[in-house]
């Protein structure tokens, strides 16, 4: 299995293990892991869950950074909401 984080920056999953240089490990709230680390390719730093796979997770994660709505695939929670805001400024 291979450890992947994703970097808000590269918009990339990478290889927790070859692709990112470690800095820390915690937990967030739901005892997953949590991994600060200096991308190798843009040499920002970031901090995002840990995913376990075999092999490169699809699609992307919610990124504060760069918020990228087509990137993410819409919750009915958050398609709702849009929706509401959308008749909200029409
Ligand atoms: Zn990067």
């Known amino acids: 299995m291979i450890n992947w984080v994703w970097c808000g920056d590269c918009l990339d999953w990478k290889d927790a293990g070859n692709e990112v240089s470690f800095m820390s490990i915690e937990e967030d709230t739901f005892g997953k892991d949590v991994m600060t680390f200096l991308c190798d390719k843009c040499e920002k730093e ?25 990137f993410i695939p819409l919750t009915v929670e958050d398609a709702i909401s849009r ?3 959308k008749d909200k400024y029409r």
């Open 83 to 85: 929706n509401n805001k």
């Open 46 to 70: 970031n901090k995002n869950n840990v995913i376990e796979s075999a092999t490169k997770p699809r699609g992307g994660r919610r990124s504060i950074k760069h918020h990228h709505d087509s």
